[in-house]
Each structure stands twice: as C-alpha cells, then as structure tokens.
Nanobody, 125 residues
Framework: QVQLVESGGGSVQSGGSLRLSCAASGYTYSSHSMAWFRQAPGKEREGVAGIDSDGRTTYADSVQGRFTISRDNAKNTLYLQMNSLKAEDTAMYYC???????????????????WGQGTQVTVSS
C-alpha cells in the first residue's frame, strides 16, 4: 500500500522560509517521478515543482528561483525548500507520486497516481 506523508507546513511571515517533507512507503520510490502541488481555497490544484527518477527538475513560473525540489532516495523522502515566501503561496500543499513522463514535466495533476493528505502553508503579509 502506497503511503505519502507530508510534514513541515506552518505559518510564516512574508519573506520567510519553510521546508516541506514527504515520506514515501509501499512502492519503489527511487524509480518514480514525484511532485508537489498546491491548492488554495476556491482555486484549482496547481503544480508547483516536479522531479524525475534521475533528479531532473521542473518548476511553475510562479515559484521559479524561490522554491527548490529535491529527493533523497536512501530515505524515500521528497523535499520542497520554499524561500522568499509570499502571501499568494498560501495553500494546502500536496505530495504526489508516479506521474509518468509527461505528468511530472508539465505538472499535470490528472496524471498523478498517488497523493498525500496535504500540509497547510500560510504566509502572512
């Protein structure tokens, strides 16, 4: 049974930083693409960053240069380092696994096979 458990969310002031973690279990973590998505109240779920099994990364334009996605295959853990946070980054952040070749590069939520429960990030201005 695949499990994705996010942690690291919280409340921070604008300009601050947070690091999200996603602990994965129940499948061959190192062989699959991973990604972070987010969803704000009243808005659609959107892709934030993706990483494939070889460590190649992709980012949404809105977070490029501020967020960094990484993975530790030895620990079966995905990370999202978020710097220079803005109020518009406020959302529930979800870990996603096994998106396929198109899904992780284009950050397509419809291609996601496994989702975590989410962790809330709130940025106050």
């Amino acid at each position: 049974q695949v499990q994705l458990v996010e942690s690291g969310g919280g409340s921070v002031q604008s300009g601050g930083s947070l690091r999200l973690s996603c602990a994965a279990s129940g499948y061959t973590y190192s062989s699959h693409s991973m990604a972070w998505f987010r969803q704000a109240p009243g808005k659609e779920r959107e892709g934030v960053a993706g990483i494939d099994s070889d460590g190649r990364t992709t980012y949404a334009d809105s977070v490029q240069g501020r967020f960094t996605i990484s993975r530790d295959n030895a620990k079966n853990t995905l990370y999202l380092q978020m710097n220079s946070l803005k109020a518009e980054d406020t959302a529930m952040y979800y870990c996603a696994a096994d998106l396929g070749r198109l899904g992780w590069w284009f950050l397509l939520h419809t291609y996601v096979n496994y989702w975590g429960q989410g962790t809330q990030v709130t940025v106050s201005s």
